[in-house]
Nanobody, 117 residues
Framework: QVQLVESGGGLVQVGGSLRLSCAASSSGTFFNIGTMGWYRQAPGNQRELVATITSSGTANYADSVKGRFTISRDNAKNTVYLQMNSLKPEDTAVYRC?????????WGQGTQVTVSS
């Protein structure tokens, strides 16, 4: 079992920055957790991948956020981060953290990010 709790969302103006955090707790060690990622879903839209990071630190990004967002993970703190810069109105969505452990996907509750123009 993996429990994920996101934080750091909020309201920001166009061009601003936010840093999302996702703290993981697990019945096993954090190192048994594989790829972690951030997804987002805006009203009326399907959920879309934002970024993922493997246990060894290899990151992958959606084209829409490349160069603006950075995903990172701190295994010592059992936490994955999403630094979001140069935010745009189209980044407005609920952002959810995910984690894979032994082939099972786990999800956090989500945190709202709203970018106002």
């Amino acid at each position: 079992q993996v429990q994920l709790v996101e934080s750091g969302g909020g309201l920001v103006q166009v061009g601003g920055s936010l840093r999302l955090s996702c703290a993981a707790s697990s019945s096993g060690t954090f190192f048994n957790i594989g790829t972690m990622g951030w997804y987002r879903q805006a009203p009326g839209n399907q959920r879309e991948l934002v970024a993922t990071i493997t246990s060894s630190g290899t990151a992958n990004y959606a084209d829409s956020v490349k160069g603006r967002f950075t995903i990172s993970r701190d295994n010592a703190k059992n936490t994955v981060y999403l630094q979001m810069n140069s935010l745009k109105p189209e980044d407005t969505a609920v952002y959810r953290c995910s984690a894979y452990k032994f082939g099972t996907a786990y999800w956090g509750q989500g945190t709202q990010v709203t970018v106002s123009s």
